[in-house]
Protein backbone atom coordinates (compact mmCIF):
# COMPACT_ATOMS: atom_id res chain seq x y z
CA UNK A 1 0.00 0.00 0.00
CA UNK A 2 1.74 3.15 -0.81
CA UNK A 3 -1.17 5.49 0.46
CA UNK A 4 -2.75 6.45 -3.10
CA UNK A 5 -5.62 4.44 -4.35
CA UNK A 6 -7.79 4.33 -7.88
CA UNK A 7 -10.89 3.42 -8.37
CA UNK A 8 -11.92 1.92 -10.70
CA UNK A 9 -9.10 -0.91 -11.13
CA UNK A 10 -10.38 -2.47 -14.38
CA UNK A 11 -13.02 -0.58 -16.75
CA UNK A 12 -14.60 -0.97 -19.87
CA UNK A 13 -16.50 1.35 -21.64
CA UNK A 14 -17.95 2.08 -25.40
CA UNK A 15 -16.72 4.76 -27.68
CA UNK A 16 -19.82 7.30 -26.28
CA UNK A 17 -19.56 6.55 -22.86
CA UNK A 18 -18.90 9.42 -20.09
CA UNK A 19 -17.04 7.64 -17.20
CA UNK A 20 -14.51 9.37 -14.87
CA UNK A 21 -11.25 8.03 -13.07
CA UNK A 22 -11.06 8.50 -9.69
CA UNK A 23 -7.81 8.96 -7.23
CA UNK A 24 -7.23 9.58 -3.57
CA UNK A 25 -3.67 9.90 -1.72
CA UNK A 26 -3.86 9.86 2.00
CA UNK A 27 -0.32 11.10 2.71
CA UNK A 28 -1.09 14.63 3.01
CA UNK A 29 0.99 15.67 -0.02
CA UNK A 30 -0.01 18.84 -2.16
CA UNK A 31 0.94 17.44 -5.60
CA UNK A 32 -1.07 14.81 -8.19
CA UNK A 33 -0.29 13.34 -11.36
CA UNK A 34 -1.93 11.46 -14.19
CA UNK A 35 0.03 9.53 -16.20
CA UNK A 36 -1.09 7.11 -19.12
CA UNK A 37 1.27 3.65 -19.64
CA UNK A 38 0.28 2.18 -22.88
CA UNK A 39 1.40 -1.81 -23.93
CA UNK A 40 5.24 -1.92 -24.43
CA UNK A 41 5.33 2.21 -24.65
CA UNK A 42 6.78 4.13 -21.44
CA UNK A 43 4.78 6.00 -18.61
CA UNK A 44 3.82 9.32 -20.06
CA UNK A 45 2.99 12.35 -18.05
CA UNK A 46 -0.27 13.55 -18.90
CA UNK A 47 -0.99 16.39 -15.83
CA UNK A 48 0.41 18.18 -13.38
CA UNK A 49 -1.58 19.50 -10.37
CA UNK A 50 0.42 21.30 -7.59
CA UNK A 51 -1.71 23.43 -4.78
CA UNK A 52 -4.87 22.54 -6.51
CA UNK A 53 -4.00 24.25 -9.81
CA UNK A 54 -3.24 22.94 -13.15
CA UNK A 55 0.93 23.47 -13.91
CA UNK A 56 1.19 20.73 -16.47
CA UNK A 57 -0.53 19.92 -19.36
CA UNK A 58 1.06 17.64 -22.20
CA UNK A 59 -0.68 18.14 -25.02
CA UNK A 60 -3.56 15.90 -24.24
CA UNK A 61 -6.56 15.18 -26.38
CA UNK A 62 -9.63 16.95 -24.86
CA UNK A 63 -11.35 14.00 -24.27
CA UNK A 64 -9.73 13.82 -20.85
CA UNK A 65 -10.09 16.40 -18.58
CA UNK A 66 -8.86 16.29 -15.43
CA UNK A 67 -10.26 17.74 -11.81
CA UNK A 68 -8.07 18.30 -8.68
CA UNK A 69 -11.25 19.41 -6.01
CA UNK A 70 -8.82 19.59 -3.09
CA UNK A 71 -5.36 18.38 -2.44
CA UNK A 72 -6.35 14.95 -1.81
CA UNK A 73 -8.13 13.76 -4.70
CA UNK A 74 -7.98 14.05 -7.65
CA UNK A 75 -10.53 12.51 -11.05
CA UNK A 76 -9.83 12.23 -14.99
CA UNK A 77 -13.28 12.65 -16.81
CA UNK A 78 -13.91 10.61 -19.91
CA UNK A 79 -15.65 11.21 -22.74
CA UNK A 80 -16.02 9.73 -26.32
CA UNK A 81 -12.23 7.86 -25.89
CA UNK A 82 -11.05 5.84 -28.85
CA UNK A 83 -10.10 2.19 -28.73
CA UNK A 84 -6.05 3.47 -28.63
CA UNK A 85 -6.92 5.05 -25.45
CA UNK A 86 -6.85 1.11 -23.96
CA UNK A 87 -4.15 1.64 -21.52
CA UNK A 88 -3.14 1.97 -17.93
CA UNK A 89 -4.01 5.20 -16.01
CA UNK A 90 -1.88 6.34 -12.95
CA UNK A 91 -2.13 8.51 -10.27
CA UNK A 92 0.54 10.03 -8.38
CA UNK A 93 1.09 12.19 -5.51
CA UNK A 94 4.37 13.98 -3.69
CA UNK A 95 4.89 16.80 -1.55
CA UNK A 96 6.22 19.75 -2.96
CA UNK A 97 7.97 22.17 -0.04
CA UNK A 98 7.89 25.94 -0.23
CA UNK A 99 11.64 25.82 -0.49
CA UNK A 100 11.42 23.83 -3.98
CA UNK A 101 12.14 20.37 -3.85
CA UNK A 102 10.37 16.70 -4.22
CA UNK A 103 11.92 13.15 -3.34
CA UNK A 104 9.75 10.71 -5.11
CA UNK A 105 6.00 10.38 -6.01
CA UNK A 106 4.10 7.57 -4.78
CA UNK A 107 2.17 5.64 -7.51
CA UNK A 108 -1.39 4.12 -6.50
CA UNK A 109 -2.38 0.67 -8.46
CA UNK A 110 -3.52 2.14 -11.66
CA UNK A 111 -6.89 1.87 -13.32
CA UNK A 112 -7.01 -0.61 -16.40
CA UNK A 113 -9.00 0.77 -19.23
CA UNK A 114 -10.40 -0.98 -21.99
CA UNK A 115 -12.53 1.48 -24.83
CA UNK A 116 -14.28 -0.51 -27.19
CA UNK B 1 16.70 17.33 -18.88
CA UNK B 2 19.35 14.59 -19.09
CA UNK B 3 18.78 11.12 -20.86
CA UNK B 4 19.65 7.86 -19.59
CA UNK B 5 20.64 4.71 -20.84
CA UNK B 6 20.11 1.03 -19.82
CA UNK B 7 20.23 -2.41 -21.04
CA UNK B 8 16.89 -3.51 -22.24
CA UNK B 9 16.96 -6.43 -20.28
CA UNK B 10 19.20 -8.78 -17.50
CA UNK B 11 19.06 -11.70 -15.43
CA UNK B 12 19.86 -12.22 -11.98
CA UNK B 13 20.26 -15.07 -9.57
CA UNK B 14 17.81 -15.61 -6.46
CA UNK B 15 19.94 -14.68 -3.56
CA UNK B 16 22.65 -13.02 -5.55
CA UNK B 17 23.28 -8.71 -6.03
CA UNK B 18 21.78 -7.44 -8.94
CA UNK B 19 23.58 -4.33 -10.42
CA UNK B 20 21.88 -2.40 -12.96
CA UNK B 21 23.39 -0.07 -14.45
CA UNK B 22 22.38 3.39 -15.84
CA UNK B 23 24.26 6.05 -18.26
CA UNK B 24 23.40 9.80 -17.79
CA UNK B 25 26.42 11.65 -19.26
CA UNK B 26 24.97 14.61 -19.76
CA UNK B 27 23.70 14.92 -16.09
CA UNK B 28 23.88 18.33 -15.06
CA UNK B 29 25.18 20.00 -11.76
CA UNK B 30 21.82 20.38 -10.21
CA UNK B 31 20.47 17.31 -11.33
CA UNK B 32 19.84 14.22 -9.25
CA UNK B 33 19.71 10.14 -10.23
CA UNK B 34 16.10 8.21 -9.29
CA UNK B 35 15.38 4.87 -9.39
CA UNK B 36 12.01 3.39 -9.91
CA UNK B 37 10.67 0.37 -10.21
CA UNK B 38 7.52 -1.47 -11.86
CA UNK B 39 6.13 -4.82 -11.05
CA UNK B 40 3.80 -6.22 -13.42
CA UNK B 41 0.73 -4.48 -13.61
CA UNK B 42 1.64 -2.57 -10.69
CA UNK B 43 1.96 1.55 -10.47
CA UNK B 44 5.84 2.50 -9.98
CA UNK B 45 7.70 1.99 -6.95
CA UNK B 46 10.17 4.98 -6.11
CA UNK B 47 13.66 3.16 -4.76
CA UNK B 48 15.96 5.41 -4.14
CA UNK B 49 17.86 9.02 -5.41
CA UNK B 50 21.59 10.54 -5.00
CA UNK B 51 23.60 13.59 -6.16
CA UNK B 52 26.83 12.26 -5.89
CA UNK B 53 27.39 10.90 -2.65
CA UNK B 54 26.54 6.92 -2.61
CA UNK B 55 23.35 6.11 -1.17
CA UNK B 56 22.03 3.03 0.72
CA UNK B 57 18.36 2.22 2.26
CA UNK B 58 16.71 -1.10 2.96
CA UNK B 59 15.95 -1.53 -0.40
CA UNK B 60 19.26 -0.97 -2.83
CA UNK B 61 22.42 0.94 -2.94
CA UNK B 62 22.92 3.71 -5.36
CA UNK B 63 26.70 3.93 -6.84
CA UNK B 64 27.09 6.90 -8.45
CA UNK B 65 30.85 7.60 -10.25
CA UNK B 66 33.07 10.59 -9.46
CA UNK B 67 31.96 12.51 -12.64
CA UNK B 68 28.76 11.42 -12.27
CA UNK B 69 28.37 10.02 -15.91
CA UNK B 70 26.92 6.66 -15.04
CA UNK B 71 24.97 5.01 -11.75
CA UNK B 72 24.39 1.87 -10.60
CA UNK B 73 22.10 0.52 -8.15
CA UNK B 74 22.47 -2.58 -6.57
CA UNK B 75 20.29 -4.90 -4.99
CA UNK B 76 22.13 -6.75 -2.56
CA UNK B 77 20.39 -9.84 -2.70
CA UNK B 78 17.59 -10.50 -5.30
CA UNK B 79 14.65 -12.19 -4.61
CA UNK B 80 11.45 -13.71 -7.03
CA UNK B 81 9.92 -10.38 -5.82
CA UNK B 82 12.43 -8.09 -7.42
CA UNK B 83 11.35 -9.06 -11.10
CA UNK B 84 10.31 -5.82 -12.40
CA UNK B 85 11.42 -3.12 -14.50
CA UNK B 86 13.89 -0.59 -13.39
CA UNK B 87 13.70 3.10 -14.32
CA UNK B 88 16.62 5.21 -14.02
CA UNK B 89 15.56 8.79 -13.82
CA UNK B 90 17.97 12.02 -13.64
CA UNK B 91 16.47 15.44 -13.28
CA UNK B 92 16.68 18.04 -10.65
CA UNK B 93 15.13 18.52 -7.34
CA UNK B 94 11.63 20.11 -7.67
CA UNK B 95 11.29 18.05 -10.73
CA UNK B 96 7.67 17.33 -11.32
CA UNK B 97 7.93 16.49 -14.25
CA UNK B 98 9.64 12.69 -13.94
CA UNK B 99 10.46 11.34 -17.52
CA UNK B 100 10.18 7.56 -17.41
CA UNK B 101 12.14 5.86 -20.30
CA UNK B 102 11.70 2.21 -21.31
CA UNK B 103 14.14 1.02 -18.19
CA UNK B 104 15.76 -2.19 -17.69
CA UNK B 105 13.63 -5.55 -17.57
CA UNK B 106 15.66 -7.41 -14.21
CA UNK B 107 14.64 -11.36 -13.87
CA UNK B 108 15.52 -13.02 -11.17
CA UNK B 109 15.94 -16.79 -11.35
CA UNK B 110 15.33 -19.25 -9.01
Known sequence: ETGVTQTPRHLVMGMTNKK????????GHNAMYWYKQSAKKPLELMFVYSLEERVENNSV???????CPNSSH???????????DSALYLCASSQESVRGGID????????RLTVL | DAKTTQPPSMDCAEGRAANLPCNHSTI???EYVYWYRQIHSQGPQYIIHGLKNNETNEMASLIITEDRK????????????DTAVYYCIVGPRGYQKVTFGIGTKLQVIP
Open chain 1, 74 to 84: LFLHLHTLQPE
Open chain 2, 70 to 81: SSTLILPHATLR
Open chain 1, 104 to 111: EQFFGPGT
Open chain 1, 61 to 67: PSRFSPE
Open chain 1, 20 to 27: SLKCEQHL
Open chain 2, 28 to 30: SGN
